[in-house]
């Protein structure tokens, strides 16, 4: 599965989460079986070129997630104290993360 996470940079799974419209890029994971097998980064969401991605982690609620909603991703909200990937991550596996619902 495909997960979007904005983040500060490419700094790999230390690469910490910000409100997206600061992100200076967005983290694509691939994680599969309760292993991330990738981390790509791209400078816009759009570069991915529509191909499929289940979930999008924001780092908080009040955040706009209608767009996201409505291509069909999930979205997921971190807690306190979850900032970078690894964590997030972390988090993601044990369904540590706070969904955002209509």
């Known amino acids: 599965m495909l997960i979007w996470i904005?983040?500060?940079?490419?700094?790999?799974?230390?690469?910490?989460?910000?409100?997206?419209?600061?992100?200076?890029?967005?983290?694509?994971?691939?994680?599969?079986?309760?292993?991330?097998?990738?981390?790509?980064?791209?400078?816009?969401?759009?570069?991915?070129?529509?191909?499929?991605?289940?979930?999008i982690i924001l780092s908080h609620k009040f955040e706009n997630y209608l767009d996201y909603m409505n291509e069909g991703m999930m979205v997921l909200v971190v807690r306190e104290g979850q900032e970078t990937i690894e964590e997030i991550i972390e988090a993601f596996k044990f369904k540590e993360l706070d969904e955002i619902g209509l």
Do not use: H, M
């Not at 790999?12 to 200076?24: F, H, M, T, W, Y």
């Not at 790509?40 to 991915?48: G, M, N």
């Not at 529509?50 to 979930?55: N, P, Q, T």
């Open 6 to 55: 904005p983040v500060d940079g490419e700094n790999g799974n230390a690469s910490k989460i910000v409100p997206q419209l600061e992100a200076k890029k967005w983290a694509l994971v691939d994680f599969e079986e309760g292993v991330v097998k990738s981390i790509a980064f791209y400078s816009t969401i759009e570069e991915l070129g529509g191909e499929w991605v289940d979930f």
